[in-house]
Nanobody
Framework: QVQLVESGGGLVQPGGSLRLSCAAS????????MGWYRQAPGKQRELVAR???????HYTDAVKGRFTISRDNAKNTVYLQMNSLKPEDTAVYYC????????WGQGTQVTVSS
């Protein structure tokens, strides 16, 4: 069983930055593929970025060059650094841990607006 708790969301102006954190409980955090997903109102949840146990990263095209996913296995935490934020980045962001089964956090709201 893995519990995930996200933090770091909020309201930011276009062009601003936020860093999301996801703290995981349970064992074997380093073995999980960790990901960030987002869901905007009226839209399906979509993958934003993921990082493998060995540190290989993948990003959706819309955030390449602006977002960076990283993990600290000693702290059981995964991060999403978001720069040059746009209004279309507004969504609830969810942390995901995958290893044969998907675990989800409760989500954190990110609003990009002037």
């Amino acid at each position: 069983q893995v519990q995930l708790v996200e933090s770091g969301g909020g309201l930011v102006q276009p062009g601003g930055s936020l860093r999301l954190s996801c703290a995981a409980s349970g064992r074997a955090f380093s073995m999980y593929v960790m990901g960030w997903y987002r869901q905007a109102p009226g839209k399906q949840r979509e993958l934003v970025a993921r990082i493998s146990s060995s540190g290989i990263t993948h990003y959706t095209d819309a955030v390449k060059g602006r977002f960076t996913i990283s993990r600290d296995n000693a702290k059981n935490t995964v991060y999403l650094q978001m720069n040059s934020l746009k209004p279309e980045d507004t969504a609830v962001y969810y942390c995901n841990a995958a290893s044969g089964y998907d675990y989800w956090g409760q989500g954190t709201q990110v609003t990009v607006s002037s």
